[in-house]
């Protein structure tokens, strides 16, 4: 039981890091959610524009302000997520010193 809490904080930390508003479970998918795009971040007539979120490996499909992560019966689903935030956080660190924002 103290392992799945270690495990959910560090799902917490890693999504936070990565700029997620959200990592939730949809018909047997984990959804990894960015917050929603502000107004002049290149809307058109109202429509908000996609994110144009990166390739994050194989198994994970990309929304336009999500990842959906299709998880099996397998336990490798938690290995997977693992390294599917430690990527978006590798990505939003490097955004970040793009911007030159100290993390």
Known sequence: MVRNLFYQLKI???????????VTMDSHQI????????????SVNGKKPDRKLPDVG????????AYWLTIGKEDEWQDKLIAVLQ???KDQGQ?????GIQT
């Open 87 to 89: 990527r978006l956080k």
């Open 12 to 22: 917490k930390l890693l999504a936070e890091s990565a700029g997620l508003s959200s």
């Open 95 to 99: 955004k970040d010193k793009d911007h």
């Open 58 to 65: 194989e198994g994970v499909r990309t929304g336009r302000n």
């Open 31 to 42: 959804v990894l959610r960015f917050p929603p795009l502000e107004p002049g971040d290149g």
